[in-house]
C-alpha cells in the first residue's frame, strides 16, 4: 500500500497554534474530525463539525482527563492493518473504525518544568494517552499518517491537497520517523527530571541526552569530517549556540569550538569591567580587562599580534564604533559580544565575512551541569569546571605576601589559566596577559614558550623590556619541579600563584624564597585537556 485516503482524523493537542487551519482543510476533503476536551472545543468555536472521543469509545473521559483515549476503538483503529483479514474481521466484530490521521503534540512537560511548577502540577504534565496514540500510529505508518509538529500541518495540507486527500507512504514514513524522535526525546526529559531534579542523582544509571539538530555544518575539523550543531532538548542553560549571528558567512565546527572557547572565558569576567578575549584554536593568546572596552581590546591584542590574525574576539559589555574599527584592523574570524549599537555593526557590515554574534547575556561561569566527551567504545562524563577562587581562599606559602596589586594579577592569570590547555602557564600584569605557555608536554615548556612569546611581543611593539618583568604567573597545577618555577623568575616574574600538591612542594617553595618570590596556593588545580 502506498497512497492512504483520509476519511478519519484523531486530533488532540496541547499546542492548538495552527489547529483551525488544519481543521478546516481536513474538513475541506470531508475528513470525520476526532477530538478531545479543549481541542474539540477550539474546533467547533470555528464552525467545524466535531465528534468527541467519548461518543467514538461509548465510555466517558474521566480522573480529570487522565483517561480518554487509551481505549480499544482508539488504539485498534490506529494498529490494525488494513490488508490483514484477521484484523479487518477483528475490527468488524467489535465496531473498531479505521483512523488514518493522528495529530497530536503532548503535555508541555518541559515548559512546566522550566517555569518553576511544583512537583504535583509537573506529574500531572506527564502525558500518558499522547504518547501511547502516537507510538500506535507511528507503528503502523504503512496505513496511518502521524503529525507530532505543528511544522509539518502546511505539508501535510499541501498533500492532502495535491493527491485529493491522500498522503503518500513516503510522507508519513518521514512522519513516523519523527514521532519516534519526539516520543524518545519526551521520555528523556521525563527521566532527565525524576532523576537530576526529584531525586537529586548526580549520574543516573542511564543517561538521557535528546538533542535537536540545528544546522548541518559545512565540515568538521578537517575537510574529510562531517559535522552538525545539535541542541539539547528541554530546559538548558544558554551559550554560543543561542547567539545571534548578525552578519558573515555561516559558521564552521571550528569557529563554534573556538567561540565557545572565548564565550566561556569573557563571562569569567562578567559585571567585573571591560574585558576582552581574544582566542585561537580554543586557546587564549590575549586577555586583559581595562577602564575602556577598546583599551582592553589593544591590551589583549599586544599580547600576541601573530596569534590574534585570523583569531576568534569576545567581549563582556556592548560594542560601539570605536571598538569595532579597532577590531577590523586585522583579519578576524568571529566577534562575540552581549550587543553592539547601530554604528559598531555599520563598521562590521563592510567585513563581509566577519561573523558578528550577538549573545544578549553572557553565561553564568558558576552554573552546574556536566560535561561528554567521547572515547572510543563509550562516553567521558564529568561535571563542569565551575570552581573558583577568591583572595581569602588562597594560602602564602613563601616568607614574602604578594602586593595587593600582585594579588590581583595572581587572581586574573589564574582566571586565564582555567582557560588553557594543559600544562598551562599564564604571565599577567596589569589585568592583561604578558605571556601563555599551552598544551605542552610540561609545563617547564609551557614557561618557557610563555617568556619568549611576551619577548617577541614587546620587540613588535617596541616595548624596552617584555611584560613579564613584575608579573605574576599561574600554573593550572601543581609545580612537580622547581625547574619551572625557576623559568618564571627568569622570565622576571615576581609572584606565583598555584595549587599546591606536590611531593616536592617544599623544594619549590624554598626555591621561591630563594628568589623573593611571593607564591600562594589555591588548594584547586584546572586541568584542561
Known amino acids: 500500500m502506498s497512497d492512504v485516503k483520509i476519511t478519519r482524523a484523531l486530533l488532540s493537542l496541547s499546542d492548538k497554534n495552527g489547529l483551525v487551519e488544519l481543521g478546516e482543510a481536513l474538513a475541506r476533503h470531508g475528513v470525520e474530525l476526532v477530538s478531545t476536551g479543549g481541542t474539540a472545543k477550539a474546533l467547533r468555536d470555528a464552525g467545524l463539525e466535531v465528534r468527541d472521543i467519548s461518543d467514538l469509545t461509548g465510555f466517558p473521559e474521566m480522573m480529570d482527563g487522565r483517561v480518554k483515549t487509551l481505549h480499544p476503538k482508539v488504539h485498534g483503529g490506529l494498529l490494525a492493518v488494513r490488508d490483514n483479514p484477521e484484523h479487518v474481521a477483528a475490527m468488524e466484530a467489535h465496531e473498531i473504525g479505521a483512523i488514518d490521521l493522528v495529530v497530536v503534540n503532548l503535555y508541555p512537560f518541559a515548559q512546566t518544568v522550566a517555569k518553576g511548577a511544583g512537583r504535583d502540577e509537573i506529574i500531572e504534565n506527564i502525558d500518558i494517552g499522547g504518547p501511547s496514540m502516537v507510538r500506535s500510529a507511528a507503528k503502523n505508518h504503512v496505513h496511518v499518517a502521524i503529525v507530532t509538529d505543528p511544522s509539518d500541518y502546511a505539508e501535510l495540507i499541501a498533500a492532502l491537497d495535491g493527491s485529493g486527500g491522500m498522503t503518500s507512504l513516503a510522507f508519513r514514513k518521514r512522519l513516523a520517523a519523527k514521532a519516534f524522535s519526539a516520543t524518545a526525546a519526551y521520555d528523556s526529559m521525563i527521566s532527565s527530571w525524576f532523576a537530576f531534579a526529584d531525586q537529586q542523582q548526580f549520574f543516573p544509571d542511564m543517561l538521557p541526552a535528546i538533542m535537536n539538530k540545528r544546522e548541518e555544518l559545512r565540515y568538521g575539523e578537517n575537510p574529510h569530517q562531517k559535522a552538525a550543531l545539535y541542541i539539547p532538548a528541554g530546559p538548558h542553560a544558554r551559550g554560543i549556540a543561542q547567539a545571534s549571528q548578525v552578519q558573515g558567512k555561516e559558521l564552521s565546527y571550528n569557529n563554534y569550538n573556538d567561540a565557545d572557547a572565548a564565550l566561556e572565558l569573557v563571562a569569567e569576567f562578567r559585571g567585573s569591567g571591560p574585558a576582552c578575549v581574544i582566542v585561537k584554536h580554543a586557546n587564549p593568546c590575549g586577555v586583559a580587562t581595562a577602564p575602556t572596552l577598546l583599551k582592553a581590546y589593544e591590551e589583549a591584542l599586544a599580547c600576541d599580534t601573530v596569534s590574534a590574525f585570523g583569531g576568534i574576539i569576545a567581549v563582556n559589555e556592548k560594542l560601539t564604533r ?127 614558550i610563555a617568556a619568549w612569546k611576551a619577548k617577541d611581543a614587546a620587540e613588535k611593539a617596541g616595548w624596552a623590556e617584555p611584560r613579564t618583568l613584575g608579573s605574576a604567573v599561574a600554573s593550572d597545577a601543581f609545580f612537580p619541579f622547581a625547574d619551572g618555577l625557576l623559568a618564571a623568575v627568569e622570565a622576571g616574574a615576581t609572584a606565583v600563584i598555584q595549587p599546591g600538591g606536590s611531593i616536592r612542594d617544599e623544594e619549590v617553595i624554598a626555591a621561591a624564597d630563594e628568589a623573593g618570590l611571593a607564591m600562594v596556593f589555591t588548594g584547586m588545580r584546572h586541568f584542561r585537556h
Open 322 to 448: 570605536e571598538t569595532a574599527e579597532a577590531m577590523t584592523q586585522i583579519f578576524t574570524e568571529v566577534v562575540i559580544a552581549p550587543d553592539a549599537d547601530e554604528d559598531a555593526r555599520a563598521v562590521f557590515a563592510k567585513k563581509k565575512n566577519l561573523r558578528l554574534l550577538l549573545t544578549g547575556e553572557l553565561p553564568d561561569p558558576a552554573r552546574a551541569g556536566l560535561t561528554l566527551k567521547s572515547i572510543a567504545g563509550g562516553y567521558l562524563v564529568q561535571s563542569r569546571d565551575n570552581g573558583r577562587i577568591g583572595r581569602n581562599d588562597l594560602k602564602v606559602v613563601t616568607k614574602r605576601a604578594p602586593t595587593d596589586q600582585e594579588l590581583s594579577d595572581c587572581l586574573f592569570a589564574w582566571t586565564v589559566a582555567k582557560h588553557v590547555k594543559s600544562n598551562a602557564i599564564v604571565y599577567a600584569k596589569g589585568g592583561a596577559t604578558a605571556g601563555v605557555g599551552a598544551g605542552q608536554m610540561n609545563r617547564l615548556e609551557s614557561a618557557r
